[in-house]
């Protein structure tokens, strides 16, 4: 009975721990859920178009992750800011974010114009047994092509809507978000199949209608930002930052940055390791990879909670409260990714049967599908122990079980297997999550240590 009342809570406990996570949950569930009718309308086109644009988005998901990145290190001051009514010092940090976007925009925006073709022929470099490897690289660079004229209306919409959500203000980002979602959906379905006599442009039209829904958040964010938020007025006034502010942002942003970009590049990595099996490897993991976001949705929002929930009580100097709340989530968690290995497991050989691709491409799907439902525990299981070390706001050792895991253990395990076996794709995937437990035995240990536990405000 001892035992049971540490690890699991009450009724009381799982409502709390609930409130917190299903707004996350329905938030991330619904933009996935429409992210998944989008690659399943791309799918429909044809398994070259599908494996163009899934190798395309390794490039924007890098890019994505630098502004996050780039956003949440300076967002630490723009909090602090707001919360001292300080509109200039929000001014500031909101100036820097601009600045550093820009540049970040610049840079990734060249690198592809000029090495786009040669970056993604690097996940090109297996058999050619799903269709044509020249039409997968043109579709593939006429998409990422297009979607470069929208990485500055998401480094915009992305400044606005975190310096929001830094003043309090979270119902206008998400309300922004949900309507670019609802936009891309539509100009998916019009666009991409030509409906309503327009022109039916293919992968070219789903880089269109992203383009589009990333200008109409950012629209939304601005106008409504400029109309309503203290900090908004003379915040183009000037652009220059006090050096020894702009040399503090840095600081703290930096090891963020860094640690965005690295896990970004090694996921990328890792997915041109399996690449190497050949294009019927690519739609098969693209397949796989869509559905794995949906069923992620209900283990990351749980693991946010943890981060939540677990920092509030340390930050209040619950200790003893902590270290018990933080036990019954892991659990939780790991009980709520058990459920979701079964029901992934149920629907692994239906959900490719939606994609128009060949049969192969399928079985390589279902059977990544039914290896990574196996893995959901574990992954449970490393997201809530990451979440902990996290809540204690230990950045350095959040950035080493992160990024340094992925570069020291990950990758290693994905290039051996690619580059010295016979395993196909759905072996090199399993190796890969293998490597997994050692990152669980790692964040469990730490826990144990309470190296976590640390009181950052008083």
């Known amino acids: 009975m001892r035992l049971k009342k540490k690890l699991i809570g009450d009724r009381e ?66 909090a602090q800011y707001a919360g001292n009514s300080d509109w200039e010092g929000v001014r500031n940090t909101v100036r820097y974010k ?34 044509d490897i020249e039409a997968t690289l043109s579709q593939g660079h006429s998409y990422i092509l297009i979607m470069l004229l929208g990485f500055p209306g998401f480094m915009i919409s ?28 539509v100009f998916n379905y019009l666009l991409i199949f030509g409906h309503f006599s327009l022109p039916r442009l293919g992968v070219r039209g789903a880089a269109v209608a992203t383009v589009i829904s990333r200008y109409v958040e950012a629209a939304i964010v601005v106008t409504r930002t400029h109309s ?29 940055v860094c640690n965005e970009t690295l896990w970004a590049m090694g996921m990328a990595f890792l997915v041109q390791c399996y690449s190497t099996r050949g294009l019927n490897a690519v739609a098969g993991y693209n397949i796989f990879s869509t559905l794995l976001n949906v069923f992620n949705v209900a283990l990351l929002a ?49 959900f490719p049967m939606i994609y128009n691709t060949n049969a ?25 122990t990451y979440f902990t070390l996290r809540s204690g706001g230990q950045v350095w050792i959040t950035i080493i079980f992160d990024s340094v895991f992925l570069w020291t253990c990950s990758v290693p395990i994905a290039f051996t297997v690619s580059r010295f076996t016979d395993l196909g794709v759905v072996g090199i995937f399993a190796s890969v999550q293998m ?14 240590k309470g190296v976590w536990i640390r009181r950052i405000v008083v």
Do not use: H, W
């Not at 540049?103 to 047994?129: H, K, N, P, W, Y």
């Not at 192969?360 to 290896?371: F, G, P, S, T, V």
């Open 302 to 350: 749980i693991g946010n909670s943890v981060g939540i929930i677990v920092g509030q009580l340390l930050g209040a100097g619950r200790i003893e409260e902590a270290k018990e709340t933080d036990r019954k989530m892991i659990l939780f968690a790991l009980m709520v990714g058990v459920v979701s290995c079964f029901l992934m497991l149920s629907i692994s050989r239906l």
């Open 435 to 448: 490597g997994d437990f050692i990152k669980c035995a790692i964040g469990l240990y730490m826990i144990a």
């Open 98 to 131: 601009l600045l550093l976007g820009s540049l970040l925009t610049v840079l990734f925006s060249l690198s592809i114009i000029l090495f786009g073709r040669e970056l993604i022929g690097l996940f090109l470099q297996g058999a050619s047994d799903g269709g």
């Open 228 to 256: 309503s938020m203290k900090f908004a007025r003379g915040l183009y006034s000037r652009l220059r930052i006090p050096s020894s502010l702009a040399g503090k942002i840095t600081r703290a942003a930096l090891p963020l």
């Open 158 to 185: 992305q400044v606005y809507a975190s310096t929001l959500r830094e003043n309090g203000e979270t119902l206008l980002p998400m309300k922004a978000g949900l309507t670019a979602i609802v936009v891309n959906l």
């Open 360 to 384: 192969e491409a399928k079985r390589i799907a279902a059977d990544l599908i039914a290896a990574q439902a196996l893995f959901l525990p574990l992954f449970a299981l490393k997201n809530s």
């Open 13 to 78: 406990f799982y409502l709390m721990v609930l409130s917190i996570a299903l707004p996350i949950a329905i938030q991330n569930g619904f933009t996935n859920f429409v992210n998944l009718l989008d690659n399943v309308m791309v799918g429909r086109i044809g398994t070259e178009a599908m494996s163009g644009v899934s190798i395309a988005n390794q490039f924007v998901f890098v890019f994505n992750l630098c502004v996050f990145g780039c956003v949440s290190g300076a967002g630490i001051f723009t």
